[in-house]
């Protein structure tokens, strides 16, 4: 089975880039930041708390000073709805208050990532997501 390193020049024009696949992912995103954002207004939390955290998960990019392969793993890591979900589920099942709003902006986070086109990164290096190529060798 071939990876997607061996074949980096395919990556450049993904088919999600030609086809509805790419405007879906997209409108999924606009959906979860949206609900995100309306659950997070209705747990009372401070707004305030939703700016300071919002940038929390890039600071994972750090794992890219590590090479791209590891700093890929991290990044996905924190770009994933499970972790979120989790702290979510963890919050309600343990009566965490305090978990919630968290998880519901992590998650916000990464609705508008998709939204924006930044997804889930590839190991050839930070340019290289599931949703195509981003930044500056992208056609």
Not at 35 to 54: D, N
Not at 68 to 83: L, S
Not at 116 to 131: E, P, R
Request: proline letters at 4%; a positive charge.
């Amino acid at each position: 089975m071939t990876t997607a390193s061996a074949f980096p020049e395919q990556l450049a024009v993904s088919p999600a880039r030609t086809s509805s696949v790419l405007l879906l992912l997209r409108l999924e995103g606009l959906a979860v930041a949206a609900v995100t954002a309306v659950l997070y207004a209705r747990t009372g939390a401070s707004w305030w708390l939703f700016a300071a955290l919002w940038l929390a998960p890039d600071l994972s990019m750090l794992g890219y000073l590590a090479g791209p392969c590891r700093g890929a793993r991290v990044y996905n890591a924190f770009h994933t709805y499970v972790g979120p979900v989790v702290l979510a589920l963890s919050a309600l099942l343990l009566h965490a208050q305090v978990a919630l709003p968290i998880a519901l902006v992590w998650a916000n986070h990464i609705g508008v990532d998709r939204l924006l086109g930044w997804g889930l990164k590839y190991a050839d290096g930070f340019g290289f997501t599931h949703l195509g190529r981003i930044g500056k060798g992208r056609r």
